[in-house]
């Protein structure tokens, strides 16, 4: 059974940062394209940011490039999001995201950013 783990969430003041944690069971995400999405409320959920398995490259939504990075710890089966400079804009349920052919979810993490 495949499981994604999302961890890290929480409310912070804005400028504050996080990082988000996805653990994965069942599948070696050394394999997979990993992503990390959001979704605010009354708002589609969009991608954030994308880690590509066959070549490591990565790309970022506009609006979080400088202030979030993503990695990937293979031994540990594990990827990050960091995200510093948070602003009351990044408040959104997070989730993390795995492709193979086939897609896997995580169950989502909030984020608040908030004074």
């Known amino acids: 059974q495949v499981q994604l783990v999302e961890s890290g969430g929480g409310l912070v003041q804005p400028g504050e940062s996080l990082r988000l944690s996805c653990a994965a069971s069942?599948?070696?995400?050394?394999?997979?394209?990993m992503g990390w999405y959001r979704q605010a409320p009354g708002k589609e959920r969009e991608l954030v940011a994308i880690?590509?398995?066959?070549?490591?490259?990565?790309d970022y939504l506009d609006s979080v490039k400088g202030r979030f990075t993503i990695s990937r710890e293979n031994a540990k089966n594990t990827v990050y999001l960091q995200m510093d400079s948070l602003k009351p804009e990044d408040t959104a349920v997070y989730y993390c995201?795995?492709?193979?052919?086939?897609?896997?979810w995580g169950q989502g993490t909030q984020v608040t950013v908030s004074s």
């Open positions: 069942g599948i070696s995400l050394t394999f997979y394209t």
């Open positions: 880690i590509r398995s066959s070549s490591s490259s990565i």
């Open positions: 995201y795995a492709v193979r052919g086939i897609a896997y």
